[in-house]
T-cell receptor, first 111, second 114 residues
């Protein structure tokens, strides 16, 4: 049974701070890792994906992958109130077409 | 460049009825996956269609069925609706040849079963 674990939160950070969201996964064969942002009542929006160990940066977002420890993180720098949403982690094992989703972490950025 | 579209946006049904949800994938994509998302949960995989065939299926009963058309659009059918089928139904499109390809979600259909 593949599992993707996320702390449901909420994680509350002040505006301008760094928000750190974490995700652990159980399947060592996992090869693809995705972060989705989901605003309340809306559908998930893909914001980052990473396949290799290390960091991947895109604007204010950085995804960090550590396959040996089986975790993937999302850092949001200079957090804004508009970043307040649920962040879903999704993991695909090698050769699979279907990601397994975590239940998401709720992020609240307060002014 | 058209994104993923779904219809209808909202739907209210009663127990025992049947429902059909529709999805058109993002331009250039050939694969459609369907998910069910209950409140406070992550999306749960129902099934995926590629080349008009069901390529993979999640842990959902046979009451959930689907179809993919030659233009890559897809339908999700749910028979004998239960109260527990109330959820947000999400369609995601991708390019099917590579397992590395990302999935992009449509706006979803909110189904309420009374």
């Amino acid at each position: 049974q593949k599992e993707v674990e996320q702390n449901s939160g909420p994680l509350s950070v002040p505006e301008g701070a760094i928000a750190s969201l974490n995700c652990t996964y159980s399947d060592r064969g996992s090869q693809s890792f995705f972060w989705y942002r989901q605003y309340s009542g809306k559908s998930p929006e893909l914001i980052m994906f990473i396949y290799s160990n290390g960091d991947k940066e895109d604007g204010r977002f950085t995804a960090q992958l550590n396959k040996a420890s089986q975790y993937v993180s999302l850092l949001i720098r200079d957090s804004q109130p508009s970043d307040s949403a649920t962040y879903l982690c999704a993991v695909k094992e090698g050769g699979s077409y279907i990601p397994t989703f975590g239940r998401g972490t709720s992020l609240i950025v307060h002014p | 460049d058209a994104g993923v579209t779904q219809s209808p946006t909202h739907l209210i049904k009663t127990r025992g009825q049947q429902v059909t949800l529709r999805c058109s994938p993002k331009s250039g994509h050939d694969t459609v996956s369907w998910y069910q998302q209950a409140l406070g949960q992550g999306p749960q995989f129902i099934f995926q269609y590629y080349e008009e065939e069901e390529r993979q299926r999640g842990n959902f009963p046979d009451r959930f069925s689907g179809h993919q058309f030659p233009n890559y659009s897809s339908e999700l059918n749910v028979n004998a609706l239960l109260l527990g089928d109330s959820a947000l139904y999400l369609c995601a499109s991708s390019l099917g040849r590579s397992s590395y390809n990302e999935q992009f979600f449509g706006p979803g259909t909110r189904l309420t079963v009374l």
